[in-house]
């Protein structure tokens, strides 16, 4: 189904370029869904879809005990790849990767499919293995968050792909016939399934994923979820939760949400699953087996919830292509995202770095005295980039553009929490005060005490692009009631109009600190 974006596709196809710069074209052909996604690439190494489509063609449906696609299925394959080809053509893209995954592999006729659709479509499909796609879903997570000692899941139609990460590395990596359309038609008899279908169903996954956790060393893990089933259910509990942000990127997905969704959606047949705000046609007869495989996913890893990913293979496919340095840190993923930004929107980078970097060495100094951390630290970071982005939309009310960028563009290191608090610091940023909505709407994310810490950002923020020019460099004295700011760029370096008492009035309102200034 198309999104918005596809007025892209429109453009390009009266003789446009999709993008100017370099973009990439994924077409992925799983077991049960297709898909394709363009990308266009920054120079800073990140990826960003700018179009993307998708089809059901369920190469997986049917399939006999061998594997073997059927004949429908081959046909509706080729259709879907037909349909994906037309629009590489409109797009006018730099380059296409297209993969195929568990149907294909698995399939002794999986070569010939291949072949007919070449043949047909003139796309060449690499059967890529059940490690590389792993490895991809890795790569895509490690472009998204910094990973620790995490697993990185991808639960497809025909197949189950766990990625295990320790200290961020790509450890080990395993491919398990768990997909969501291979258990439904092994398992499942009867719509909606019976008990003793799903208690077996349920054995069945444990006793698989037992066996990889323990060759993989059996720990705790973060667990991390990629693919369109856990997507569904994720968009499903934030209709039913009322939850405030509906991109299902960095969604956690919990136990509890998993076990109402079992209820609910268990005893409807697929016919009614259908209408259920975020499973759809694609997902209704599949999505119980999606909840089982996630359900012993949570309790084999002791990890209590699912932190869900709105991006998939397809990005790792792109960014292997672009040659991303991954892993990095959240503060490199962050400035990767912010730079491909001002790509994208043609604001000030420069500037913004410059405010960062002296945001952060005031908030270096205040830091001690709130308990803030790394996420307030990497909040006003992203804060102090992005902070003039809105100008590329309109200078007039300039920190609510921001404001929304940060929120609605992809700025990859960053929870939903710390993402919240840069918005609404770089909303604050000239003094303003937080809307209504905001401080009651996004509570089930930050907690109350955030919204003080946001206004605290805000002036720190505010501060660092009055004085940033100056170069100054902050310490705290008297027991922490007074500021000093001393500065290395010469004096007459200029500087906003009534700088000093705007400096002293931001710092006082929020800090209750005194402000002296030297070298002025």
Do not use: C
């Amino acid at each position: 189904m198309d999104r918005a974006r596809s007025v892209v596709l429109h453009a390009a196809a009266n003789g446009t370029r999709a993008r100017p710069g370099r973009t990439i074209g994924v077409i992925d052909v799983g077991s049960n869904t297709a898909r394709f996604v363009a990308f266009e690439a920054a120079a800073s190494g990140a990826v960003r879809a700018f179009y993307e489509t998708k089809e059901s063609p369920r190469l997986g449906l049917g399939t006999g005990p061998d594997g073997r696609l059927t004949a429908a299925a081959i046909e509706r394959g080729i259709a879907a790849v037909d349909s994906f080809a037309q629009t590489v053509r409109s797009l006018g893209l730099t380059r296409t990767i297209a993969v195929a995954t568990s149907a294909v592999r698995d399939a002794p006729n999986g070569a010939e499919f291949v072949r007919r659709v070449e043949r047909s479509t003139g796309v060449s499909l690499r059967i890529i293995s059940g490690a590389e796609e792993a490895r991809y879903a890795y790569l895509s997570m490690a472009a998204a968050w910094e990973l620790d000692n995490d697993l990185v899941s991808d639960l497809g139609g025909g197949s189950l792909q766990l990625a295990d990460v320790r200290s961020g590395q790509l450890r080990n990596s395993v491919s398990v016939p768990l997909g969501v359309l291979r258990l439904s038609q092994r398992f499942f008899d009867h719509d909606p399934p019976k008990r003793r279908e799903i208690d077996e169903l349920r054995e069945y996954v444990r006793e698989t994923l037992s066996s990889v956790l323990e060759a993989f060393g059996g720990k705790k893990y973060g667990l991390f979820g990629i693919g369109g089933t856990v997507r569904s259910l994720a968009r499903a509990a934030i209709e039913f939760r009322d939850y405030p942000v509906e991109r299902v990127h960095g969604y956690p997905l919990w136990d509890h949400d998993l076990e109402a969704l079992a209820e609910l959606l268990g005893e409807m047949p697929a016919a009614k699953r259908r209408a259920v705000p975020g499973i759809g046609a694609d997902r209704a007869d599949v999505v119980i087996a999606g909840i089982v495989v996630l359900q012993e996913l949570v309790r084999a890893t002791h990890a209590e919830r699912i932190v869900v990913a709105g991006i998939g293979i397809r990005e790792g496919l792109a960014l292997e292509a672009i040659g991303a340095k991954l892993p990095v840190s959240a503060e490199q993923l962050a400035e990767r995202s912010a730079a491909a930004a001002a790509e994208s929107f043609a604001f000030r980078l420069d500037h913004g770095r410059e405010v960062a970097d002296t945001a952060f060495g005031l908030f270096e100094v205040l830091a001690p005295r709130f308990g803030w951390g790394r996420s307030e630290g990497l909040a006003i970071r992203v804060a102090g980039w992005m902070h003039d982005a809105g100008t590329a939309i309109d200078l007039w009310r300039h920190a609510n553009h921001s404001a929304y960028l940060i929120q609605n563009y992809p700025i990859w290191g960053l929870d939903q929490r710390e993402v919240l608090l840069a918005s609404m610091a770089a909303r604050l940023h000239e003094g303003d005060d937080l809307p209504s909505a905001w401080k009651k709407g996004f509570l089930p994310i930050i907690r109350a005490s955030d919204l003080e810490t946001a206004r605290r950002l805000g002036a720190i923020l505010e501060v660092a692009e009055l004085a940033s020019d100056a170069r100054p460099r902050f310490s705290l004295g008297g027991a922490g009631k007074t500021l000093t700011l001393a500065f290395s760029a010469p004096a007459d370096t200029p500087l906003p109009a009534h700088w000093e008492e705007k400096v002293r009035k931001a710092m006082m309102r929020e800090f209750e600190v005194e402000v002296r200034f030297r070298d002025r």
